[in-house]
Each structure stands twice: as structure tokens, then as C-alpha cells.
């Protein structure tokens, strides 16, 4: 198994927890500690940046937080998470 080594530092008022998905299979959430939130059944809320694969060593966007999808390339992901934008040509040009 290779071990992790996660490329992003927490942006200011989150950090990064883990828990196993499955037996080779990391979830990795990310919490909002900054600030409280109400209505919430969780003050701080967590929301899954993405899984990693510790058989392949690869990182997996996710397509929610029970479900991985496909694998991304780790600079191509942000510290909020791994999900990929969909951008049309135009869009692309412009960002």
C-alpha cells in the first residue's frame, strides 16, 4: 500500500479529516471550523474533497460522499476539492 501525501495545506477556518471508505480506500472531508452555521445539523460542516486509492496511490474525485468516481490528476484539484470543472472551449479560454 503506498502511503498518502496530500499536496494541499487547509485554506484558513477548514481542516482535512480522513476516514476509511473501504478496505483500500481513504475518504478524505474537509470541515469549515471558521465559523458556526445555523440550520444545520452540524455547526461545522464537512463535505468530502475526494477519495484516495491506497492500492494505486491515486487520487478519485468524488461523485458524492458515498460514491467515488473517476481518478484526477492532483494538479488539477484544489484545496477545497477534487472535483473537476466541466467548462465548454469558451469558458476554458477564460479562465
Known sequence: MKPMEFPHQ???GFEYWTDDYSKTVKRIWIRNI???FVGCS???PSSVWGFF??????????????K??????????T????????LNPLMAAFS
Open 10 to 12: 487547509p485554506p484558513q
Open 34 to 36: 471558521g465559523r458556526e
Open 42 to 44: 452540524d455547526v461545522h
Open 53 to 66: 486509492c491506497r492500492k494505486k496511490g491515486v487520487f478519485i474525485a468524488p461523485i458524492n460522499h458515498k
Open 68 to 77: 467515488p468516481g473517476k481518478v484526477v490528476n492532483i494538479l488539477n484539484t
Open 79 to 86: 484545496p477545497y476539492s477534487a472535483m473537476q470543472l466541466k
